[in-house]
């Protein structure tokens, strides 16, 4: 497996993982325009598998001033619990505090188990909650920051 910067090029294949894992997903536009972004930095891993290189996880940020929103973190299906996640997000906040960024957020459905636990494994806390942020189904976010 190799961890490597998005571009423009795998919207369509970050657009198609969305749709597997989020009930709101993103669009290849939607990606083609973020990833656009000079203050957006997005990783992919990729596997070899026997029908060529598969999209098997990703995550990205928004830099706002030294202070990151981590956004779109998924793993396929059946590629979970092999650490993905947690090497993924291990390169995101490596790569954004070497450029900068002192503080990083997200949001988490309430109900997420399995993010909530890999966002505490590297220390972010919950320092908020906004109601009912979440549609499909409505649901609270819990706000969670590692400074
Ligand atoms: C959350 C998600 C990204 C985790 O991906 P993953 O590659 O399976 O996670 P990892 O194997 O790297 O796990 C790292 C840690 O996260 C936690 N974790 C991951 N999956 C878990 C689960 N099903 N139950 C409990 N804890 C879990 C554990 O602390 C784990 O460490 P451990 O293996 O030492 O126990 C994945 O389940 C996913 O894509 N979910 C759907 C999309 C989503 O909800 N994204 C988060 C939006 S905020």
């Known amino acids: 497996m190799i961890i490597r910067e998005m571009t423009v ?14 009930s709101m997903p993103w669009s290849q536009k939607i990606y083609e325009t973020t ?4 203050d957006t930095l997005y990783l992919l891993a990729e596997e070899d598998t026997p029908d060529g290189k598969v999209l098997v996880g990703m995550c990205g940020l928004q830099n706002i001033l030294g202070e990151a929103d981590i956004s779109n973190v998924a793993v396929k299906q059946e590629f979970r619990r092999q650490g993905i996640a947690e090497k993924l997000l291990g390169r995101l906040l490596e790569e954004g505090r070497r450029q900068g960024i002192y503080a990083f957020t997200l949001e988490v459905r309430s109900s997420n188990e399995a993010a909530i636990k890999l966002y505490e494994k590297y220390g972010f806390v919950t320092e908020g909650i906004r ?16 400074r």
Request: net charge negative.
């Open 9 to 22: 090029e795998d919207a369509a294949a970050a657009a198609a993982l969305e749709k597997e894992c989020f």
């Open 35 to 38: 990833l656009a972004n000079k």
């Open 131 to 146: 109601k009912r942020f979440y549609e499909k189904p409505v649901e609270d976010a819990l706000i969670m920051w590692l």
